[in-house]
């Protein structure tokens, strides 16, 4: 069974820096992109960026280019989300998923399965 | 930027069809693909590439494109579709991705 299993709850002050996991399991991981979908209390789903395990090549929403950096360790199948300086605004729920086509060829398509999601909750 | 545009909510009958539309200018040369999240819970897609709906979804959820919108339809429905709704899709480039703003779904 393909999953994705994500680090637990966290509470930080504005100001502090983060880094949440995200593991895949039950397939290659290398080779499908990952990508983050952050979840603001009460709204909607907003596309932050994907990467790719096998080289680490990352694609960034404009929204948040220079605002988080994606990264992965390929030899513990996880991959990461962090932030150098948390803001209250980033207080959020946040979703990785992995990507439905196989192979470093990215083209838009669905992301499946997700995982569970990190809550992050920052306090000014 | 670009923008996926989706009616805040639909409200349906147990039994009836709700229909849920999505509108955006590269719909045209792009696929949508339509999730859905129920509370608490990560979202699910329940439709891939406009029409085609994955494993395991039933057959009430149906997905059909006409120029710039695209729609999710579900017949028959039960109260355990009673969800927020996202379509996903891209721009004309392919190079940024969207969701909708999504469209919660009451089932009265």
């Known amino acids: 069974e393909v999953q994705m299993v994500q680090s637990g709850a966290e509470v930080k002050k504005a100001g502090e820096s983060l880094k949440i996991s995200c593991k895949g399991s039950?397939?290659?991981?290398?080779?499908?992109?990952i990508g983050w979908v952050r979840q603001m209390p009460g709204k909607g789903l907003e596309w932050m960026g994907i990467?790719?395990?096998?080289?680490?090549?990352?694609r960034y929403s404009p929204s948040f280019q220079g605002q988080v950096t994606f990264s992965v360790d390929k030899s513990i199948k996880t991959a990461y989300l962090q932030w150098s300086s948390l803001k209250a605004s980033d207080t959020a729920m946040y979703y990785c998923?992995?990507?439905?086509?196989?192979?470093?060829?990215?083209?838009?398509?669905?992301?499946?399965?997700w995982g569970q999601g990190t809550l992050v909750t920052v306090s000014s | 930027s670009y923008e996926l545009t989706q009616p805040p909510s639909v409200s349906v009958s147990p039994g009836q069809t709700a229909r849920i539309t999505c509108s955006g200018d590269a719909l045209p040369n792009q696929y949508a693909y339509w999730y859905q999240q129920k509370a608490g819970q990560a979202p699910v897609v329940v439709i891939f590439?406009?029409?085609e709906r994955p494993s395991g979804i039933p057959d009430r959820f149906s997905g059909s494109s006409s120029g710039t919108t695209v729609t999710l339809t579900i017949s028959g429905v039960q109260a355990e579709d009673e969800a927020d709704y996202y379509c996903q899709s891209a721009d004309s480039s392919g190079l940024l991705w969207v969701f909708g703003g999504g469209t919660k779904v009451t089932v009265l």
């Open positions: 590439k406009d029409s």
């Open positions: 039950g397939y290659n991981f290398n080779d499908y992109w």
């Open positions: 998923a992995r990507h439905a086509i196989f192979g470093v060829a990215i083209t838009p398509n669905y992301f499946d399965p």
């Open positions: 990467i790719y395990p096998d080289d680490s090549d990352a």
